[in-house]
């Protein structure tokens, strides 16, 4: 019973694609019929305001969350990163694919002077930017929209100093120039370089079928992450990276966390192992001793911040 087409929703940027095409593919494999279709998201239209502004929850799967709830497509494929910390009624995470690399870099012109006197440097991601300026408190951000190639061509085009990026994705679609540099002191992102499908619940051939693509380490860790993230932040956006990672001698969790305010001053951090058997309540209970230790005066200095 592998006749029915699964129709696999996507944004139309090629990073998206390429994206939708890799779970195409890993499904065709399997013996199933697949079709992509691909529509523009609000965070693609919208390029002249800040992410933050636009209430950002969302803001990139809203589009595919309507298309499957009406119909037009079975099936949705997000970058992880991107996906609100709790999905739609009567959607579902349906499989969550092996990792890539969760690193960001400095995509720079050549010249990496300005890192020791004053400099400017473009990214659309608070994360980032708080960051960037708790390292380089000397420095400036600018805001930075679009998808990856639209990115490129504003960073060549402008006097910044670099501009910072996600490995992943620059790596999925071949974009990674010679000019950078791996930011490995940065948190990324929760989930970053995960890919995710999303199904309807009472979807049961998609689901079987999405079954068969889904990596449990990489769902292990970026569950832990997710859960920090949704703990610290309550549905607004703020400057939080994680990561976990699962070392197999040890059968342990290594996990990272921080929160950042906006300006970078101020930085409350985890970074510990744990047993694997903790990995359910991980990412609730570390951000918890987070909140407890100043996070929930940082947190409510972002939300009063963010609102102006």
């Not at 608070?126 to 929209?145: C, E, F, G, I, S």
């Not at 790596?171 to 990324?188: G, Q």
């Not at 001793?289 to 609102?307: D, F, R, S």
Request: glycine fraction near 8%; charged fraction near 25%; aromatic fraction near 6%.
């Amino acid at each position: 019973m592998k006749n029915k087409t699964i129709r696999i929703g996507t944004r139309d940027s090629e990073l998206a694609l390429w994206q939708a095409h890799t779970v195409e593919k890993k499904l065709n494999d399997l013996g199933y019929k697949t079709e992509i279709v691909a529509v523009k998201s609000q965070g693609d239209i919208i390029l002249d305001k800040p992410l933050y502004e636009l209430g950002i929850t969302g803001i990139f799967t809203k589009t595919l969350d309507i298309a499957m709830i009406t119909g037009q497509v079975d099936i949705a494929v997000h970058s992880m990163k991107d996906v609100p910390t709790a999905l739609p009624q009567g959607i579902v995470q349906a499989a969550v694919l092996e990792r890539a690399n969760t690193v960001d870099l400095l995509v720079h012109k050549g010249n990496l002077d300005f890192l020791e006197k004053e400099g400017t440097i473009a990214t659309g991601s608070l994360r980032r930017q708080a960051q960037w300026l708790h390292k380089y408190p000397q420095h400036q951000t600018v805001d930075l929209r679009g998808n990856v190639n639209t990115r490129m061509q504003k960073l060549q085009e402008s006097d910044w100093g670099g501009a910072i990026f996600a490995a992943a994705g620059l790596e999925r679609i071949n974009l990674k120039p010679d000019t950078f540099i791996n930011l490995d002191w940065m948190i990324p992102a929760p989930a970053q370089g995960a890919m995710v499908v999303v199904a309807m619940a009472e979807d049961t051939f998609s689901l079987e079928a999405l079954s068969e693509l889904n990596h449990v380490e990489t769902e292990i860790c970026t569950y832990i992450e997710r859960q920090f993230l949704r703990t610290l932040e309550g549905g607004c956006t703020a400057p939080i990276g994680a990561l976990a990672t699962y070392e197999e001698k040890t059968d342990e969790l290594h996990f990272q966390g921080a929160l950042f305010s906006i300006d970078g001053k101020q930085k409350l951090a985890i970074d510990r192992k744990y047993d694997i058997s903790e990995w359910k309540k991980l990412g609730f209970n570390a951000a918890k001793e987070i909140l407890a230790n100043g996070g929930k005066e940082v947190m409510e200095t972002i939300k009063l911040q963010l609102k102006k």
